[in-house]
Every structure is written in C-alpha cells, then in structure tokens.
C-alpha cells in the first residue's frame, strides 16, 4: 500500500517546486499587503517578534487585518478575535473542498497542509488543474510555502520600518488580488454547465450587498454556497 | 496592551486553525458522489466568484473598467502575471488620468 502510494505520485518534488514558482506574481502582492499589515501591526504597538509569530500561526491575511484593526480601536482581545474569524470561516469551504488532495495522508502532511491553504494557493492550483496540469497536494504545499514565507518577511519588515512603507493604494497594488482572481477564474471556466451556479453566486452576492445590511464575510460566504448548492441540484453529470 | 496582543495572537490562531482543519473533517464525511460531490466541486469556482463580484461592487466605474481589462487580457492570454499586471497597469493610470 505504501509503495503503490509512493508510485501512484511521483512528482511531488517537482510539483512542490512548480507550486512554489507559479505562486511568485501572487506573492508580490501578498508582500505588499504584508508591509501594510506590519504597518498598522505597528500602531497597534506590536513588535517584529509579535507579528512574526501571529504571520506564521495565524497565516490568514485579511482576518490578521481586520482582528488588529479592531485591537487598535480599543475592543478587547475576545471582540478582535470574534471578527477575524468570522473572516476566516470562508476557509472552512476551501479545506472541505481539498478533501481529495488530504485523503489518505498520514495526519502531519494533513495538519501541515490545511494550515498552509489560503485562498490564493488553492485558487491557483484549481487553476491549473482545469488547464491540464498536474497540480495536487504537493503544488499547494509549494505556494503556501512561498506565501507564507512572504507574508512573515513583509509584515515583520512593515512593523520594523513602519514610516517607510507605501501605502497599496497609491501604486494600484489594491487591484493586484482582483486581477489575480479574474484570472484563476478563466481558467476554472469549463463549459456551458457553470453558467447557473456562477450567475446565481453574483445574483446572491449583488442582492445582498445592495438590498441587506449584511457582512460582507456572510455574502461572501452565501454567494459560495449558493452556487455550489445550484450546481449540485442542477447539473447532474 | 502587552498580554491582550498575545491572547490575540494565540487566539485567533487556535481559532484559525480549528476552522481549517473543521472544513477537512466535514469534507471527509460528506459522500464522494452525487449532489453534495458536484456542489463541492463547483464550490471553488463559485466562492472566487462571489469575491471577485464583491471587490468590484465595493469599487466603482474605475474598477469596473480596469475589471474588464483584466478580463480582457484573461481570456486572450490566460496568464496569471500578464492579467495582474495589466489589471494594476489600468487602475493605476484610471485613476491618475480619469
């Protein structure tokens, strides 16, 4: 059984290092919200060692974000806490939809790779994949290990030199993530079949946005679900 | 302020990491064919979807126009550094010159 697994994966070197280099453009943009983060981490008067360390455990940008935006603004600990992982309860659809990449794993390659997954390395290996790639497991310990290394890098430089960090805005690098997902998403496009759930998950999105006062983490995560549910009732291949 | 930012930091790590590691439990025990295996196949698609509809509702004409940039450059090239940059490229001079 162990010698059938090993052969019936080959490459997971080579698609480590593929996954490491196909995530370098999303990781340019990652390093520019690092120095962000480290920037507002150091008016909440964290230090680089603080911020190292939330970088590497926590590993979940826009929740990090919001939860020490919320520090700064004087809510306690348990309120900032609440916030990020509202944020973060997207990630609970992105490792469910990993299953077959973890299955059959011994548990420290599990553990290791539901924390090493982020959007933009899930994305991406999804990405190739629908191009024709060979991209599992290994491609999406490759990027998060180029992301996650980044992220530490850049946040801990934007605490450390905080007075000298440009703010993503003023270069565009705001739009960076939007492109990036524009792109994944013409890749993930594979037929006529999509149309409904992709048109129900904007229709969701849209209606709650402009009709209901509702979180954007909670659209978010209606819109998801909502075209999933749409495709698992409608298409039936 | 020395302690709280620790309890965050540990907080919301073990928080984090309990939401990742639910979403791998509840996958393992949902069935592997049927409506429940195409609606977490197509979950992917639909979930970057509903953030790319969201970003772009948050902005305005600017980023609607450098979304159909990006758009652009996707479907001609299907290259994920190409749409990035052209993407940055378009908001950046939308909004220097509009």
């Known amino acids: 059984m162990a010698i059938q697994n090993i052969s ?3 490459p997971a070197f080579s698609q480590l290092t593929s996954g490491l280099r196909d995530i370098l453009p999303l990781a340019a943009g990652v390093a520019v919200y690092g120095l962000a983060f480290g920037l507002l981490a150091a008016q909440a008067s964290m230090d680089g060692l603080q911020t190292g360390v939330m970088g590497t455990i926590v590993f979940a940008g826009s929740s990090q974000i919001i939860a020490v935006e919320r520090l700064a603004a004087g809510t306690g600990a348990g309120a900032a806490i609440l916030a990020g992982l509202a944020l973060n309860l997207r990630l609970l659809l992105i490792t469910a939809s990993l299953r077959d ?4 794993r011994p548990w420290w390659q599990v553990l290791l790779g539901v924390h090493l997954a982020t959007d933009e390395n899930w994305a991406l290996m999804h990405a190739m994949r629908a191009r024709g790639h060979q991209a599992g497991y290994w491609y999406l ?3 998060g290990i180029g992301l996650i290394a980044v992220w530490v890098l850049s946040t801990v430089a934007g605490a450390s030199f905080a007075s000298t ?6 270069l565009g690098m705001d739009f960076a993530f939007t492109a990036a997902f524009i792109a994944i998403l013409r890749s993930l496009w594979n037929g006529s079949t ?3 759930p992709w048109a129900g998950s904007v229709a969701i999105v849209l209606l709650a946005g402009l009709l209901t006062p509702m979180d954007p983490t909670w659209t978010l995560i209606l819109g998801g679900l909502g075209g999933a549910v749409l495709a698992g009732v ?3 291949d | 302020m020395m302690t709280e930012t620790w309890i965050l930091i540990l907080g919301l790590a073990a928080a984090t990491f309990a939401v990742r590691l639910s979403g791998y439990l509840l996958g393992q025990r949902l069935p592997d064919h049927g409506p429940w295996a195409r609606g977490l196949q197509a979950l992917p698609g639909c979930l970057i979807l509903s953030l790319v509809t969201y970003l772009l509702m948050r902005g305005g004409p600017q980023e609607w126009a450098a979304g159909t940039v990006a758009l652009a450059v996707a479907l001609a090239t299907r290259s994920l550094p190409l749409t990035m940059a052209a993407g940055i490229a378009a908001i950046y001079l939308l909004r220097a010159y509009f």
Not at chain 1, 101 to 104: H, V
């Open chain 1, 101 to 104: 990449e973890y299955s059959g």
């Open chain 1, 194 to 196: 999509m149309l409904l």
């Open chain 1, 234 to 236: 409608l298409n039936d």
């Open chain 1, 8 to 10: 019936a994966r080959p």
């Open chain 1, 141 to 143: 310990i490759g990027g």
């Open chain 1, 165 to 170: 960090v440009p703010e993503p805005k003023a």
